[in-house]
């Protein structure tokens, strides 16, 4: 057996109608845009001037100008810088007695030689307080040679005379 409900019926519910509303339509005009601004063009174009350049051949060119004249360095600066060259040399080979070390000795050894042209030394003298002193600054003369040749701007033979310095430092 089959059981069969009627289903209801919708409520029908009169609609009401309202009148319509009037539609109002804005319209928005957009600004007008600034219009551009003409500049005035200048139709006359700007004359071009050509520049003609004569040039001179490139010899020409060094004849007419004179080079300067070679600075003549002053003897005296020339002597300088070539007796600091000499005593670097010598110093390099220069070296401190291990004895004289242990027994603190210092002191300043007096050297003077003559340096010959060629760059060999004569008459090489020595004098000083301590004798370990005094040979290792001949020593160090003697690894030193041969010596720079003196230029040709300095008289030669030249005598050297100066002090080599034995500090220690504490």
């Known amino acids: 057996m089959q059981l069969n409900f009627p289903q209801p019926l919708p409520e029908i519910i009169p609609e009401i109608i309202q009148p319509a509303k009037p539609v109002i339509k804005q319209v928005v005009q957009p600004k007008p845009k600034p219009k ?27 004849a007419k100008r004179q080079a300067p004249p070679p600075r003549a360095q002053p003897q005296v600066n020339l002597r300088e810088r ?21 027994r603190n000795l210092e002191g300043n050894i007096k050297v003077s030689f003559k340096l010959e042209c060629d760059g060999k030394v004569a008459q090489l003298a020595i004098t000083g307080q301590h004798n370990l002193l005094r040979k290792a600054a001949g020593k160090a003369v003697d690894a030193a ?20 310095a034995y500090k220690l430092d504490n």
């Open 145 to 164: 040679q041969p010596l720079p040749e003196i230029p040709p701007q300095i008289k030669c033979p030249m005598q050297i005379s100066y002090a080599m």
């Open 36 to 62: 551009p601004k003409k500049k005035k063009v200048k139709s006359v174009p700007k004359p071009v001037i050509e520049k003609v350049v004569k040039t001179e051949p490139v010899k020409e060119k060094l």
């Open 82 to 102: 070539f007796l600091a060259k000499l005593l670097a040399r010598i110093e390099e080979k220069k070296y401190y007695p291990s004895i004289a070390r242990r």
